[in-house]
């Protein structure tokens, strides 16, 4: 019904930036929060942040002041423009959307995840 298609994952050094995308399409009448989640080997997977449909954002702590989450609400597509990259921002980052498809119900939808490696 709806498929997430993430890019922009990769290698980088400490204190460089890479830029994810996450494209949306499928049976869409409206979609709601876009937001990235990250899950490092081992760990729990983690908010990193959100946007809504009126641009209101939400980061977690640990990305505050370097992570920028934005979206392209016409062509179903939120970036996260990551900065001052650190070893521990090392995870696979998954797109996450809640979506109002056309029988009329909302659901909840994840991307396949992109890795993002950052190296000391």
Known sequence: QVQLVESGGGLV???????????????????????????APGKQRDL???????????????????????????????????NSLKPEDTAVYLCYTIVLIDTGYTYQYWGQGTPVTVSS
């Open 48 to 82: 990193v942040a959100s946007i809504t449909s009126g641009g209101s954002t939400n980061y977690a702590d640990p990305v505050k002041g370097r992570f920028t989450i934005s979206r392209d609400s016409a062509k179903n597509t939120v970036f996260l423009q990551m």
């Open 13 to 39: 050094q400490a204190g460089g930036s890479l830029r994810l995308s996450c494209t949306a399409s499928g049976n869409i009448v409206n979609i709601n929060t876009m937001a990235w989640y990250r899950q």
